[in-house]
């Protein structure tokens, strides 16, 4: 089965701050990549998908890239309001394997 | 508006069994393909089954293969999970959720997810 690992498992930015996280497919999974926000006791929400689209309503200073085994999502500017777990997950075909996610804090 | 509302979550001896159901509402329900993932208190998301559209292509991780047993309900818009020989470990929210759109064939994302209802194993 193909694994998902994340990077790094927590992070803890300032506002304003350019955020990174990282997602390594231990396969080649093309761009069948999804990233979701699941904020603090709510329930996971679908941010982008096909690596780099953005779902509907999603704020702007969200962006994916990568294609292949390695992936980033990156936040432009740190809001208060993206305080958040984030998850990365492949998708093409079962088993729909998730990273083991990325705990983003305000500083 | 697109819905899932699951229920049939509660606390359960180890060795029991419960069946969860999720209410699908606002689209054609038995064109998508659906799921279950539960999330352990504090852990990660976990994919515990999936069911094709018309029900006859299904799926389990080894964690769960034998024990639970997804099933639908096309008339009734509804979606099943039979967890039996539950565990401690199987202890979670579990999570009804649908394929992002027609579009993407069995490779989808997930979109909408349900509130969850939470399931407890203990003695």
């Known amino acids: 089965d193909i694994q998902m690992t994340q990077s790094p498992s927590s992070l803890s930015a300032s506002v304003g701050d350019r955020v990174t996280i990282t997602c390594r497919a231990s396969?080649?999974?093309?761009?069948?990549l999804a990233w979701y926000q699941q904020k603090p006791g709510k329930v996971p929400k679908l941010l982008i998908y096909t690596a780099s689209t953005l779902q509907s309503g999603v704020p702007s200073r969200f962006s994916g890239s990568g294609s292949g085994s390695d992936f980033t999502l990156t936040i432009s500017s740190l809001q208060p309001e993206d305080v958040a777990t984030y998850y990365c997950?492949?998708?093409?075909?079962?088993?729909?394997?998730f990273g083991q996610g990325t705990k983003v804090e305000i500083k | 508006e697109v819905q899932l509302v699951e229920s049939g979550g509660g606390l359960v001896k180890p060795g029991g069994s419960l069946r969860l159901s999720c209410a699908a509402s606002?689209?054609?329900?038995?064109?998508?393909?659906m799921k279950w993932v539960r999330q352990a208190p504090g852990k990660g998301l976990e994919l515990v089954s999936s069911i094709s559209s018309g029900g006859s292509y299904i799926y389990y991780p080894d964690s769960v293969r034998g024990r639970f047993t997804i099933s639908r309900d096309n008339a009734k818009n509804s979606l099943y999970l039979q967890m039996n020989n539950l565990r401690v470990e199987d202890t979670a929210m579990y999570y009804c959720?649908?394929?992002?759109?027609?579009?993407?064939?069995?490779?989808?994302?997930?979109?909408?997810w349900g509130q969850g209802t939470l399931v407890t194993v203990s003695s």
């Open positions: 606002g689209f054609t329900f038995s064109n998508y393909n």
């Open positions: 959720v649908r394929d992002l759109n027609l579009l993407c064939g069995g490779d989808c994302p997930f979109d909408p």
């Open positions: 396969q080649d999974i093309r761009t069948y």
């Open positions: 997950q492949k998708y093409n075909g079962a088993p729909w394997t």
